[in-house]
């Protein structure tokens, strides 16, 4: 990108507007997401900065808003802070439940995609497959049907079927955010098997392994970072996922994408922002996690970067 | 070989085993084939199972209305047919046909039929959703179902004279049937008149194809905002040393791995009139405090917040395929006399045009299929067709009108997905 000596004027000058376009142009893509961070510790209930937070005073900024995502929906939110208090707080706060149910319901679904997905994905990348291209269209296809579509459908279906009165908590909700997730897990796995040397499995039968131990002791180590980030895509699915929670799932599963969603219908708070931040950290993790295993994946694939 | 040119056929090549090479073959490729088949079955089932079942069951839906032909009872599940003697006197006379009296009095008995299933309101119901106002007409003469006497015909127009009504005999007769495209028809801002010919609904009541127009325009709007605003990106990052753009990068698949709700929150953050884009510009004395932009609850902030939302789907498969261009072409024709603009244009451009096409479709794909964000920041007028949807599902409860829209919505986007399968390959799709 480097600007050749021999460039003319004009040349320059375009170069230079063009680096400060792109740069306004990534300040698009990452300021929405970064600014909720600073007016999270807001000691004020407004979603602009005050003097205060501008001239970076401490007493401007609180965090008021994190504690009343540990302390909403408590008993006794103002008794002393010891473990009573805790317990108190793990056992009924709105936000803390609302997190156990997300990650119990991402937990299963997650698992359901990625054993089903990484299964499909093997069969869908050998060459022998029969009607290749429409089982895939099939299979991706929950990604592009309009989720709204999707909700309607399984509350249909669901209720046809009356399925809340199986017994097994979350049962809906987990099912439908596994079809959410399986896309994610069938595109990233079956990049990785994209040039996988399939001379590598043969000489793994060859020398007597089963299959099954080709599969554990060749094919998975190989695909393996591909499994991770396609199981790390569909919790992801599943934890960021509301309209579904909303059509079919019980009035006790409150997910943490439903409280958010009823809290910016309603009365939009700090607190939102304060959930808000904590999610955008978790998503830097994640997003650290999957670019440290797509290095590893070409790393072992032979692909280095040039 | 020699044996075999001469004869005319190929002599018999068989495996160790005495197998015919051509049969051994064909078994361990149909062997491998079903392998590879049954690898995929358990999740194909699963899909099928939990996401094209119930999707196919809401379409049937569209079609399919028994509100007036048959009653379940919610506690036992018990179903009954309702409406009998009417529909039978629909059956006997053709479309058209003055109410007689013995229409009346079929109607009459089938009030009787309603009253004891407490089912009034459910027939009322469907009637309503073509022609409002009959529901209360329904409970109404129901609950005086076994004071009406003969003649029928007057007992019913001392009720309300809109029983005469011959739309209304129409909707009933259409209605009677449980399948019908009248509720496509509503979708598409048509009726039916009186003899049952298809007619444009008043213009004030167009509120579907208005809808699907803006959700079409909208979404080319957006497109072409992620295609202006990811393109220039989408070069940068694919030109610069891998070491630096892997870093950028992190600038577009953070967005891609944040929660919708958390940017749509943060639009909201900024965008509102207390907002900080507000203040700042109020700030900088661009901007008079009274006169604060309306840059939410209107299609702007529709808009802006879904360009926002769907541009790494622009950029990266832009930036997947500009990675590999080889930049001689480039230096080749600038030695060759181009100017920079002249070899931009008819060397580098024509070699994206692939990354613009997947872009473009995908972003428009899943921008006409947008529910979350206009619901929260789009106020009136930046509602999309998915809304309209769900109003349909949860508030005016128009079960089978909510499913038409539904299916068009269904059908336009498969045909999308077709011709991305066509043109790209979902293959290709790439995610970071």
Known sequence: MALPNHASTLERVWHYTYLVICALIFLFLIAPILVVIPL???IEPYFTFTEKMLKLDPTGYSMRWYDLLLTFGMTDPDATRNASWWADA???????????????????????????????????????????????????SPMIVPIIIVATGLFFFYSSISIQDWGIPYLGVVLAHATLGIPFVIITVTATLVGFDHSLTRAAANLGADPVTTFRRVQMPLILPGVISGALFAFVTSFDEVVVVLFVGGLDEQTIPRQMWNGIREQISPAILSVATILVIISIALLTTVELLRRRSERLRGISPS | MTDATANGAPAKLTTADGKPLKAALASAQSHARRRAFFLVLPLLAFIVITFVAPIGQMLHRSFHNDGFTMHEDIGSGVRTPIMTNLKAWFDANPAGTEPTEEA??????????????????QAGTRINYELSGSRSMFTKAARKANDLEAPFKDAFLDLDKDWNNPDLWRVMRDASSAYTFNFYLAALDLTRNADG?????????????????????????????????????????????????????????????????????????????????????????????????????????????????????????????????????VRAARSLGATSWTAFRRIYFPQTVPGIGAGALLVFILAVGYYITPALVGGADGQLISNLIAFHMQKSLNWSLAAALAALLLGGILILYWLYDRLIGIDNLKLG
């Not at chain 1, 359901?112 to 069969?123: D, E, K, N, P, S």
């Not at chain 2, 009095?105 to 009034?120: G, N, Q, S, T």
């Not at chain 2, 405090?289 to 990266?316: K, S, W």
């Open chain 1, 90 to 140: 793990w056992a009924n706060a709105n936000w803390i439940n609302a997190a156990k149910n997300s990650v119990i319901i991402g937990f299963f679904s997650t698992l359901i995609a990625t054993v089903l997905g990484t299964v499909a994905a093997l069969g869908l990348s050998r060459p022998e497959m029969p009607y290749r291209r429409v089982i895939m269209a099939i299979l991706i």
């Open chain 1, 40 to 42: 999270s510790f807001n």
């Open chain 2, 104 to 121: 009346f009095a079929a109607l009459a008995a089938d009030m009787v039929v309603l009253r004891e299933l407490k089912a009034p309101g």
């Open chain 2, 197 to 329: 010919s298809i007619e444009q609904v008043n213009e004030n009541r167009q509120v579907y194809v208005t809808l699907f127009s803006r959700t079409l325009l909208l979404s080319i709007l957006i497109t072409v905002l992620t295609f202006m605003l990811g393109y220039p990106i989408a070069h940068l990052l694919a030109t610069l040393p891998l070491r630096y753009s892997n870093l950028l990068m992190i600038l577009v698949l953070l967005p891609f791995w944040t929660s919708l709700l958390v940017r749509t929150t943060s639009w909201m953050v900024l965008l509102q009139s207390q907002g900080v884009v507000n203040d700042s510009l109020v700030g900088m004395g661009l901007l008079d405090d009274e006169n604060r932009l309306q840059m939410m609850y209107n299609q702007m902030g529709t808009v802006i917040a879904m360009t926002h939302i769907l541009l790494p789907f622009m950029v990266l498969p832009l930036y997947s395929v500009m990675r590999p261009i080889n930049p001689s072409y």
